[in-house]
C-alpha cells in the first residue's frame, strides 16, 4: 500500500497537479490594466453590458470601497497592491457548453484537473470559469428537465431570471461589510446562477470550477444559489492557480439562500496558489426547517481570511460545517465560520481541523451570535489543532455571544501534537516514520474527507500526502 | 471624565463580537474631587515585610532582574494577526493593560510592597481589606513578592455600601521565586452602584506557583484582568473565579496565561450566574509561546444564564508557536440542567429551593477553602441575599 501511496506521489509530483500555466497574449485574451479606478469599472460594465442598476451598482460599490479601512484584524495583507492587480482578464472566445468548443489550451488545462471527467462520470452539471469569464457551462438534460436553472452568472442577469437575481444579489453579502466585498460588487465577473424548483432534489452533484491563470490578476466570481421550498442540492466549488511571482487576488462571493425545509450542501476544495490573496466571502441564509453544510477543506493561498457565515432565520433551521485547514510553508490561512441564530429551535454545528506545518500559520477563527429570538438553540463547537513542528503556529480564536437563557451552547477546543506513541507503533509495524506521520495526519483529517464524494476525498487525501511530503 | 482603553485580546479578532478591548470610563470627580484611600492593612505576619508608598521606580528597580530575563527568554515574540502590543511597555504586564498603569501614575499613587523572607513557609495569611464609603474611594497598588523556597497567602476583600456611588480600583503585581508559592485570594462584594476594577500581573519562576481565587458579587461595573507569565520550567498557575452578576451590573474579564518554561501548567476554572439583566464578557487566553514544550494548558468555562434578558460573551482563545503541548478548553453555558432539578425535586426539594441550592453549589466550590471562616461567612451571606 506504502508503495502505491508513494507511486501516485511521484504521479502527481511529476503532473505538476495544480502548478502549470498556459501562456496568455493580446491575440487570445483580453486584459484590463491594473489598478482600480472609476474608468475600470464603467469599463468592465460595459465589456459585460451590464444592465443600468447594475453599472450603478458597481460604481457604489467603488466608492464605498474608497471609503472603507483595511480589516484592522487577521492577517497582513501588506502584500497585497490592489494598483499591480489586473480585474479583469478573459479569453477572447466564448462561452461553449460542448468541451470539443472550448479553446485546446484552456480545455487542456481543465482535462488535466479531471474536470470533463468528473463531469462524465459523477456530476449533474459543470461551470468552469478560467480567469474573469466562464468558458464552459452545461447541465445534464434530466437535470434541466427537472426544471433545474444552473447558468453563468451573466447570462442569469439578463436572462429569464433577472429579476431573481436584482432581488437576490449582494443582499446577503452588502458591500458595506467590509472593504473586499466592496471590491467584489465594484469589478465582479464570472461565477454561477442555480436555481432548484420547490421539492426538487436534485440527485447527484453540480459542479463550479475556477482556475485563476492570468499573473498579477484577481478573480472576482459571484456564485448564487436559491433552494427552493422543499429542494435539495449539492454544489461541489473547486478552485485553484498556477504559481507566480507576483500577488493575485481572489475575493469572490457566494450568497447560499435555502428555502423552508430545503437542503444544501456546499463543498469546496481550494488549492489556490500560494502568492494567493483568498478574501472569500460566503453567506447563507436558511428558512424555517430549513438545512445548510458546509464541508471546506482549505490548502492553498498565501493568506486566507474565510468563514462563511450561516444565518439560520427560521425556526428549527440548521447548519453543519466541517472544515479542515492545512498550512504549509509561507502561509497564513485564517479560516472558520460565522453563525447567526435567530430562528427558535435552530441549531448548529462547527467541527473542524487545522494542522500547521513547516512555518506555516493557521488560525481557527470563529463567531457564534444567538439572537434573544433564538430560543431552544442549539451550539455545539469543536476544533482541533495538530501541531507538526515547533516553527509553525496554530491559534484558536472562536469568538460567542449568546444573548437568550434558553439555548445550550458547548465549546471544545483541543491543541496538541502527533502522538509518540501511535508513531513508535507504526514504525514497529515496519513503517517508516514519515509515512506513519502522513498516515496519521490523514485520519486525524477522516472527519472532513468522510464528508466528500469519493472523487473529492481522494483528492483531499492526495493534497494532504502531497502537503506532507512538502513538495507543494 | 477619563477613558480607559482596557481588557485588550492578545490577537484582534472579528470587531463585531465586540470583544477586543473595553472602554473603562472613570468620572474624574469621583477621584479628584473626593478623597481616596489605600487598601487598609487588617493583618500583617511579623514574617513578612511590609512597606508603603514605594515608587514606581522603586518597582521597575525590583522587577529587573526579572525582565532581563523575560528578554533572554525572547518571550516578547511578535504574535501575527495583529495582536495588540501596547501592553509592552509595562513594567510587569497585566490583564487590564498599561492605561491603568498611567492612570495610577497620573494620580501619584505609590504601591505596597509586600515581601515574605526567603524560606518563608508560616500559614499565617496577609489579609487586606478595602472599603469604599463616604470618606472616599480607594485605590491602591500592591506589589507582592514571594522570593525562592516560600509560601505566602494574600486575601484581599473589597466593599461598600449599597448605593454607594464611588470607586475600588486595584492594581496587584506579583513575584513568585523558585520552588515557591502565591496564594492570592480576592473577594469583590460591593455595592450595586460601585464601580470596580481589579489588575492583576505577574510572574512565576522554575518550580513556582500562584493559585488565584477570585469571587465577583458585586459591583455596578466591574472589570478584572489577569495577566499570569509562566517563565520558569515547571511553573505553574491555577485560576478558580466565581461569579454571579445581575440587576443592571456589568462584569468584563480578561485572563491571559503566558506559557513561557518548559513543563509549565496553566489551570483555570470560571463558573458564574448570570441573573436579571446582567452583561458579562469573558475573553480566556493560553499563550504557549516557543520553547514551552512539554506544557499543559487548560481552561474551563461553566456559565448558568437565568434571565431571558441577560447577555453573555466569550472568547476562549488558545495561541500556540510550540508543537510539543497539549491546550484545551471547555465552555458549557446555558440553564440548570433539567435532569437534577427533578432529581432534588423527588428528594422534596421545590423547584425554586432546588435551583437555589445548585447555584450555591457552584460558587462555594470555589469560595469553601479560603483560609479565612469570617469571610466566607460574610460571602455566604452576600450570596444568601442575592438568591
Not at chain 1, 449533474?124 to 438534460?141: C, F, M, P, R, W
Not at chain 1, 422543499?230 to 450568497?255: M, Q, R, W
Amino acid at each position: 500500500m506504502l508503495d502505491e501511496l508513494k507511486e501516485s506521489l511521484r504521479d502527481y509530483e511529476a503532473n505538476s497537479l495544480y502548478d502549470f500555466k498556459d501562456e496568455e497574449n493580446e491575440t487570445n485574451f483580453y486584459r484590463e490594466k491594473e489598478g482600480l479606478t472609476r474608468d475600470i469599472v464603467e469599463k468592465i460594465s460595459r465589456e459585460k453590458e451590464d444592465p443600468d442598476w447594475m453599472r450603478e451598482f458597481r460604481l457604489k460599490c467603488l466608492d464605498i470601497y474608497n471609503e472603507m479601512n483595511m480589516p484592522n484584524w487577521g492577517p497582513s495583507i501588506e502584500g497585497l497592491d490592489i494598483d499591480k492587480i489586473s480585474s479583469y482578464v478573459r479569453s477572447k472566445s466564448d462561452m461553449k457548453n460542448r468541451w470539443e468548443d472550448v479553446p485546446d489550451d484552456i480545455k487542456n488545462t481543465f482535462e488535466k484537473l479531471g474536470i470533463p471527467e468528473a463531469e462524465r462520470k459523477s456530476l449533474a452539471g459543470v461551470g468552469a470559469q478560467y480567469d474573469s469569464e466562464l468558458v464552459y457551462h452545461n447541465i445534464k438534460d434530466e437535470v434541466a428537465r427537472q426544471g433545474v436553472i444552473y447558468t453563468d452568472f451573466e447570462s442569469a442577469l439578463k436572462g429569464e431570471y433577472a429579476d431573481m437575481v436584482k432581488e437576490h444579489f449582494m443582499k446577503l453579502v452588502p458591500p458595506t461589510n467590509h472593504k473586499f466585498a466592496a471590491l467584489h460588487g465594484a469589478v465582479w465577473s464570472g461565477g454561477s446562477f442555480v436555481y432548484v424548483p420547490k421539492n426538487v432534489k436534485v440527485e447527484i452533484p453540480l459542479q463550479s470550477y475556477f482556475r485563476l491563470n492570468a499573473a498579477g490578476a484577481g478573480q472576482f466570481e459571484h456564485t448564487l444559489i436559491i433552494v427552493d421550498e422543499g429542494a435539495d442540492l449539492h454544489f461541489i466549488e473547486g478552485c485553484s492557480a498556477p504559481k507566480y511571482n507576483v500577488a493575485n487576488l481572489h475575493a469572490g462571493c457566494v450568497e447560499l439562500f435555502v428555502g423552508k425545509n430545503a437542503k444544501l450542501r456546499y463543498s469546496t476544495i481550494e488549492n489556490w496558489s500560494k502568492n494567493m490573496y483568498n478574501l472569500n466571502t460566503k453567506r447563507a441564509r436558511v428558512e424555517e426547517g430549513g438545512r445548510m453544510e458546509w464541508v471546506s477543506g482549505s490548502f492553498g493561498s498565501h493568506v486566507s481570511y474565510l468563514y462563511p457565515m450561516t444565518i439560520l432565520k427560521g425556526d428549527n433551521s440548521s447548519m453543519e460545517y466541517t472544515g479542515i485547514t492545512f498550512s504549509g510553508k509561507g502561509q497564513n490561512l485564517d479560516t472558520g465560520a460565522k453563525v447567526l441564530h435567530i430562528g427558535e429551535g435552530s441549531s448548529s454545528i462547527i467541527n473542524t481541523k487545522s494542522i500547521s506545518k513547516d512555518g506555516g500559520i493557521g488560525t481557527f477563527r470563529s463567531s457564534v451570535t444567538v439572537m434573544p429570538s433564538a430560543r431552544k438553540s442549539k451550539v455545539s463547537v469543536s476544533c482541533d489543532s495538530l501541531m507538526l513542528d515547533s516553527i509553525s503556529r496554530s491559534d484558536t480564536i472562536p469568538g460567542m455571544d449568546i444573548r437568550t437563557n434558553d439555548s445550550d451552547i458547548g465549546h471544545e477546543a483541543k491543541i496538541g501534537k502527533i502522538s509518540d506513541e501511535a508513531i513508535f507503533y507504526l514504525m514497529s509495524k515496519g513503517i517508516s516514520e514519515e509515512d506513519a506521520r502522513a498516515m496519521i495526519v490523514s485520519g486525524f483529517a477522516n472527519s472532513v474527507s468522510k464528508e466528500l464524494p469519493l472523487e473529492y476525498a481522494v483528492e483531499m487525501n492526495n493534497l494532504i500526502k502531497l502537503e506532507m511530503s512538502g513538495n507543494m | 471624565m477619563a477613558e480607559l482603553i482596557v481588557n485588550e485580546l492578545p490577537v484582534r479578532t472579528i470587531n463585531k463580537l465586540s470583544l477586543n478591548e473595553e472602554k473603562l470610563n472613570i468620572e474624574e470627580k469621583s477621584v479628584d474631587n473626593t478623597r481616596y484611600n489605600d487598601i487598609k492593612i487588617v493583618h500583617m505576619p511579623k514574617s513578612v515585610e511590609c512597606i508603603k508608598e514605594i515608587s514606581n521606580d522603586c518597582v521597575v528597580t525590583i522587577f529587573a532582574k526579572i525582565n532581563e530575563k523575560i528578554s533572554k527568554k525572547n518571550i516578547e515574540e511578535e504574535i501575527p494577526n495583529n495582536s495588540n502590543l501596547r501592553n509592552s511597555n509595562q513594567v510587569v504586564r497585566t490583564g487590564m493593560g498599561i492605561d491603568i498603569d498611567e492612570f495610577f501614575e497620573k494620580k501619584a499613587i505609590r504601591s505596597l510592597l509586600i515581601k515574605a523572607k526567603e524560606n518563608h513557609l508560616e500559614k499565617d495569611v496577609v489579609r487586606l481589606s478595602a472599603k469604599a464609603d463616604e470618606y472616599g474611594n480607594v485605590l491602591s497598588r500592591q506589589v507582592i513578592i514571594v522570593p525562592d523556597n516560600s509560601s505566602l497567602t494574600v486575601i484581599m476583600d473589597y466593599t461598600s455600601e449599597d448605593n454607594f456611588k464611588g470607586l475600588v480600583g486595584i492594581s496587584t503585581r506579583f513575584y513568585v521565586g523558585k520552588n515557591s508559592e502565591l496564594t492570592l485570594i480576592k473577594t469583590q462584594l460591593l455595592g450595586n452602584k460601585t464601580l470596580h476594577f481589579d489588575d492583576v500581573g505577574g510572574v512565576v519562576d522554575d518550580d513556582g506557583h500562584v493559585l488565584f481565587k477570585q469571587i465577583e458579587i458585586g459591583g455596578q461595573k466591574s472589570y478584572v484582568g489577569v495577566y499570569n507569565t509562566l517563565l520558569g520550567d515547571r511553573s505553574k498557575s491555577t485560576n478558580q473565579t466565581g461569579y454571579i452578576v445581575g440587576k443592571d451590573e456589568k462584569l468584563d474579564f480578561n485572563y491571559i496565561s503566558v506559557q513561557n518554561g518548559e513543563n509549565t501548567e496553566s489551570d483555570a476554572v470560571y463558573r458564574g450566574v448570570l441573573l436579571d439583566n446582567a452583561r458579562k464578557n469573558w475573553r480566556g487566553t493560553i499563550d504557549f509561546r516557543k520553547g514551552s514544550k512539554d506544557s499543559i494548558g487548560d481552561e474551563n468555562e461553566d456559565t448558568l444564564l437565568l434571565s431571558e434578558n441577560v447577555e453573555n460573551r466569550s472568547i476562549p482563545i488558545i495561541l500556540c508557536s510550540e508543537e510539543k503541548v497539549d491546550g484545551h478548553h471547555g465552555a458549557t453555558i446555558g440553564q440548570l440542567s433539567q435532569d437534577m432539578l427533578f432529581y432534588m425535586q423527588t428528594r422534596g426539594l421545590t423547584k425554586q429551593e432546588a435551583g437555589k441550592l445548585l447555584i450555591k453549589a457552584r460558587i462555594d466550590s470555589i469560595v469553601r477553602d479560603i483560609p479565612d471562616e469570617k469571610l466566607v461567612k460574610v460571602i455566604e451571606n452576600k450570596l444568601e441575599n442575592i438568591l
